[in-house]
């Protein structure tokens, strides 16, 4: 309606948008105006500069309310396509920069650096389940493999970084504005977990699924469900501690120091998940067919 009720300059017409109003120009003045009054004149200079359709996009761009039906999974992904990189290093620095991501679009163009990360609380791509078979874990030998139940909930990690803590989704979406409460009872410093992340029930066990969605997509969370659903993350594996990458050590030894670390920073909003003991492929197959818990899948 805005974009349709500006008056309309003498300078313009359909088609006829001002070619010196860039989306780099627009983003780095919203971001850095000292004021909103100050934003509406930027603005308001800008509509002026533009026609109809132009106004459009631009009220659409300035109130983060442009919807075009794409995921910021796929926008990753048509990045890295483009830019002849690879999906997960784009990940990785993708959450660490910000609008409008010049530093991205140098290294994708080969006029700058690779984006540096360290110091901040960004993304590590996910090692995912690949679902098997039994016939298929013959060749191996058990002895070699860790075991561990896949809980009720939803896959999450947890970064601290900079002074700032960040909840991910498995998808590499911020979804700490939906649990509030696990972000202020966060105890170990500058450091970045994998875990599960589940709601717990009054019995002190996660809850089933359909609990937890009951806080998923959230904008806020209300002081009944962060007391009758609290947050809780079981831990799977340590990441980074103190802005040491652990990835490239062994599990056993990112499960020793992740071991370590909740026993040093004990925390009711964070526990370990326990390692599942077996001496065969058909004892683990018998014990996943069996779990001792409702809330767990596999």
Request: proline share 10%.
């Amino acid at each position: 309606t805005a974009a349709l009720m500006w008056p309309e300059p003498a300078a313009t017409g359909p088609g006829r948008n001002d070619p010196g109003v860039r989306l780099s120009e627009v983003a780095e003045t919203l971001a850095a105006a000292p004021s909103a009054a100050a934003a509406m004149r930027s603005l308001a200079g800008w509509l002026d500069g533009l026609d109809t359709t132009g106004r459009w996009a631009l009220l659409k761009l300035a109130t983060g309310g442009l919807r075009v039906g794409v995921s910021a999974g796929l926008a990753k992904a048509a990045f890295a396509a483009w830019a002849k990189l690879d999906p997960e290093a784009v990940e990785e620095v993708w959450h660490g920069l910000e609008p409008p991501y010049d530093a991205l679009f140098a290294w994708a163009t080969g006029t700058g650096p690779r984006p540096d990360p360290r110091g901040l609380p960004h993304f590590r791509p996910f090692m995912l389940a690949t679902p098997a078979e039994l016939a298929d874990l013959a060749p191996l030998d058990p002895a070699d493999f860790s075991a561990e139940w896949k809980w009720d909930g939803i896959r999450a990690q947890m970064v601290a970084a900079g002074g700032e803590i960040r909840l991910y989704a498995r998808s590499g979406d911020e979804i700490g504005r939906s649990f509030p409460d696990l972000l202020d009872a966060w105890p170990f410093g500058e450091a970045a977990v994998d875990g599960e992340l589940v709601v717990m029930g009054p019995d002190g066990q996660p809850a089933p699924f359909a609990e937890l969605q009951k806080r998923i997509n959230r904008r806020t969370v209300g002081p009944g469900l962060l007391k009758s659903l609290p947050a809780h993350l079981r831990l799977y594996d340590l990441l980074a501690k103190g802005g040491v990458d652990l990835r490239p050590h062994p599990f056993a030894e990112r499960r020793g120091a992740l071991e370590a670390l909740v026993a040093a920073h004990p925390s009711p909003r964070f526990d370990l998940s326990p390692l599942v003991a077996f001496s065969s492929w058909a004892e683990l197959d018998r014990l996943r067919a069996d779990p001792p818990a409702a809330t767990i899948e596999g």
